[in-house]
């Protein structure tokens, strides 16, 4: 069964949501990560969580408008308060200033690269001392206080590089402007294998997980900014029901190869 039929078969058992719906058109601005939100040439937006909205947004009668933005671009927003949802989001502390977040499954970013020679890091202190790898990460992209503080000490190094999105980086692993890149392996192998150009490259990752980047929790960011207290709720509402349906963690499982999925996916 195709990915996104399992997740319409997980979000049936969730139930249509008694409430009037939401006050206003949800405001969703987003970017591509891998199968997690696809956006085509044309412009078309697709992927496991614009489906997951699009079914929430029916059972709760809410209108989700989903429109493209750079990521960068996409966190300033929601920081101002003009994006009532940030979808695909890990869960950090300088976003709960903004929003209330709503998890729907476990993930875990790790180091990748195409090095199968080199010798193996465990810890971001190995990868630090390694003054010949420069590192890649998405604008926008936070996996926690170790991440963050392993992104300035690289960049004052001059060992850093930014790109927009997930693709970017997998084009610059592939012409050796980069050498490895932290983030989740399911974000990295969707993104490649989705296009002609690094699509050969993408079973050939190379997974480390990092000692100071345990499991964490992704799903959803509520505005608390721009959203109603009673939008809020009707959108909880139906978030909820569709992690404890584990909507999310079986879409991803069809999607993904299961040396890739152990690294990148649990159920809450």
Same mark, same amino acid.
């Given at each position: 069964?195709?990915?996104?039929?399992?997740?319409?078969?997980?979000?049936?058992?969730?139930?249509? @949501?008694?409430?009037?719906?939401?006050?206003?058109?949800?405001?969703?601005?987003?970017?591509?990560?891998?199968? +997690? $939100?696809? $956006?085509?040439?044309?412009?078309?937006? +697709?992927?496991?969580?614009?489906?997951?909205?699009?079914?929430?947004?029916?059972?709760?009668?809410?209108?989700?408008?989903?429109?493209?933005?750079?990521?960068?671009?996409?966190?300033?927003?929601?920081?101002?308060?003009?994006?009532?949802? @940030?979808?695909?989001?890990?869960?950090?502390?300088?976003?709960?200033?903004?929003?209330?977040?709503?998890?729907? $499954?476990?993930?875990?970013?790790?180091?990748?690269?195409?090095?199968?020679?080199?010798?193996?890091?465990?810890?971001?202190?190995?990868?630090?001392?390694?003054?010949?790898?420069? @590192?890649?990460?998405?604008?926008?992209?936070?996996?926690?206080?170790?991440?963050?503080? @392993?992104?300035?000490?690289?960049?004052?190094?001059?060992?850093?590089?930014?790109?927009?999105?997930?693709?970017?980086?997998?084009?610059?692993?592939?012409?050796?402007?980069?050498?490895?890149?932290?983030?989740?392996?399911?974000?990295?192998?969707?993104?490649?294998?989705?296009?002609?150009?690094?699509?050969?490259?993408?079973?050939?990752?190379?997974?480390?997980?990092?000692?100071?980047?345990?499991?964490?929790?992704?799903?959803?960011?509520?505005?608390?900014?721009?959203?109603?207290?009673?939008?809020?709720?009707?959108?909880?509402?139906?978030?909820?029901?569709?992690?404890?349906?584990?909507?999310?963690?079986?879409?991803?499982?069809?999607?993904?190869?299961?040396? $890739?999925?152990?690294?990148?996916?649990?159920?809450?």
């Amino acid at each position: 069964m195709h990915p996104l039929r399992l997740l319409a078969a997980a979000t049936a058992a969730v139930p249509l @949501l008694a409430s009037a719906g939401c006050s206003r058109p949800i405001t969703v601005p987003v970017s591509p990560i891998g199968q +997690s $939100i696809r $956006i085509d040439k044309d412009g078309q937006i +697709s992927g496991v969580f614009p489906a997951l909205m699009r079914d929430i947004g029916a059972k709760t009668g809410c209108e989700i408008r989903m429109s493209e933005v750079p990521r960068a671009r996409l966190e300033m927003m929601f920081e101002q308060g003009h994006a009532d949802m @940030l979808l695909a989001a890990t869960h950090a502390e300088r976003r709960d200033k903004y929003g209330q977040f709503v998890p729907l $499954i476990q993930t875990r970013a790790v180091l990748m690269s195409l090095d199968h020679q080199r010798a193996p890091i465990k810890t971001m202190a190995e990868l630090a001392a390694r003054p010949e790898l420069k @590192l890649v990460l998405v604008r926008g992209f936070d996996y926690g206080p170790a991440y963050n503080a @392993l992104s300035r000490r690289l960049q004052a190094a001059h060992r850093l590089v930014l790109a927009k999105d997930p693709l970017e980086v997998a084009r610059m692993l592939q012409s050796r402007i980069a050498d490895v890149t932290i983030m989740p392996a399911s974000g990295l192998y969707g993104a490649a294998k989705a296009d002609p150009r690094t699509a050969s490259i993408a079973e050939q990752f190379r997974v480390e997980p990092l000692e100071e980047l345990p499991w964490g929790l992704a799903g959803v960011y509520l505005s608390t900014q721009s959203l109603t207290a009673d939008d809020r709720a009707v959108l909880e509402s139906g978030l909820n029901a569709a992690a404890k349906a584990g909507a999310l963690y079986h879409a991803y499982k069809g999607f993904y190869p299961a040396n $890739i999925f152990a690294f990148s996916s649990r159920p809450l």
